[in-house]
Every structure is written in structure tokens, then in C-alpha cells.
């Protein structure tokens, strides 16, 4: 199943899901909030306009007036808590607006560090993002909300991209295989905690047209159109 399928697909069916359980005093529905937690590529970099062409934003417009879609992306954030920047500076806004669904997408900042991405350290501290992830769940699932919440296998980096530096290649390259160990520490949080997981990285892997030129992290406009809405209609 394509990635679009299996992202969307999945997020439809549960949002409706818990819909019939979400009524008003007056009898009516309110809406559901989803808080969609991450880092740039949730956020949508790279695009003109990350408010109309983000994931959080096309999820939005398909969901339709009944949701309320929230983007707590932060750009460069990571997920082990001594990187910088780091998703738990932003946990009291997310824990503020009350949501009833979380989706999770961290882990390729945290594959920064040992001489790449700069002078960021967070490959340094690896042992930790484990029990980091672990404790981040455990607080929110301590919402007065209490969200369902769904973690993700952070999309692939794609070294076919075209227009990527040597230096470029030589980084993603060493973070590539960080990336896939962090998968199999996601996966398996996912079912110690019984968790929903949705793999945004194996149906996008060798896939470089739908990836920014001259990045191979980000998707351009077309990747993240695409993993919005081609689901929608398979």
C-alpha cells in the first residue's frame, strides 16, 4: 500500500471512528482535535505556503468542518530531550489544546551528531531517545483529554534526489542507517504501548520526485500533496 493509502486511510477511519463519540450539551458533535506533532516536514518546509501545503493542513481540508487540525511542527526538532531544538519545549501548547487524537513524527533531527548536520550533538546521546520517546508518551497520554495517539516511522531520506551536494550525500548517507534504527526502536514502542503506528517511510523510499532538490530530507509541493491526498480515492 502506498504511502498516501496507508497515511490517510488510516487517519480517516480512526478520526471517524472516535466522532460518534465526541457530542456537545446541545446534542451535537463537536469537533475533533488532532495535534500533529513533529518537526520541519511537519511543519512543511520548503514550501511557499506550509499553511495551505503541510500534511497538517491538506489533512484538514480532506477531514473536513467537523476536525480541527493543529500543526505543532517545529523546524530542526528532535525528540531525545538534550538535542535543541527540542518537541518539549513544546508540550504545555500541545497539552493547551486539548486534543483528542496526536500524531507523532520525530526521529531524522535525532540522527544529527558524530560530525554531521554541523556541530548539533544528538547521535551522541542515542541510548537516550528510547526512553525519552517512552516518557513523552506516558505525558500525554496524562492529558484531561486523553488522546489516542498514533507515532510514526519518520519519512525516508532519499539519496537519488537530484541536485545533492557531495557533502550532502556523504551526510544522509551516514544518517540513513540511524534513521532505520530508530524505526525499529519506534515500531517496537509502538507495540509496548499499544500505540498506532503508520510507517511514512517505507512506501516513500526511492522516490526522489517527490523530494526537494538539493535536500533529499523534505518533500517538495508533489510529496507532500501526495502523501495528503492520492489515498484518498484507492
Not at 2 to 16: D, G, N, P, T, Y
Not at 25 to 40: F, L, M, N
Not at 53 to 75: H, K
Not at 211 to 219: K, Q
Amino acid at each position: 500500500m502506498k504511502l498516501e493509502s496507508r497515511f490517510i486511510k488510516v487517519a480517516i477511519v480512526m478520526l471517524s471512528f472516535f466522532l460518534l463519540s465526541f457530542v456537545n450539551e446541545s446534542g451535537g458533535r463537536k469537533k475533533i482535535k488532532v495535534a500533529c506533532v513533529g518537526d520541519s516536514i511537519t511543519f512543511g518546509a520548503r514550501l511557499e505556503n506550509p499553511e495551505k501545503d503541510s500534511y497538517p493542513s491538506q489533512l484538514q481540508l480532506l477531514l473536513g468542518e467537523n476536525y480541527q487540525v493543529e500543526n505543532f511542527g517545529v523546524g530542526g526538532a528532535t525528540l531525545i530531550r538534550k538535542g535543541h531544538p527540542t518537541v518539549w519545549s513544546q508540550l504545555a501548547k500541545i497539552k493547551q489544546s486539548k486534543p483528542d487524537i496526536v500524531i507523532i513524527s520525530l526521529g531524522t533531527n535525532d540522527t544529527c551528531g558524530m560530525g554531521t548536520c554541523g556541530d548539533r550533538k544528538c547521535w551522541e546521546y542515542k541510548d537516550e531517545f528510547s526512553g525519552d520517546y517512552r516518557d513523552l508518551i506516558d505525558w500525554i497520554s496524562h492529558f484531561s483529554s486523553i488522546p489516542k495517539i498514533w507515532i510514526c516511522a519518520p519519512s525516508p531520506m532519499v539519496l537519488e534526489t537530484p541536485g545533492l551536494s557531495e557533502e550532502r550525500i556523504n551526510g544522509l548517507t551516514e544518517r540513513k542507517p540511524r534513521l532505520q534504527e530508530l524505526i525499529d526502536v519506534i515500531k517496537k514502542l509502538a507495540e509496548e504501548k499499544d500505540l498506532g503506528f503508520i510507517d511514512l517511510n517505507t512506501p516513500l523510499k526511492d522516490k526522489p520526485d517527490l523530494f526537494t532538490e538539493e535536500d533529499g530530507v523534505h518533500p517538495n509541493q508533489a510529496g507532500y500533496k501526495t502523501i495528503a491526498k492520492l489515498g484518498i480515492g484507492s
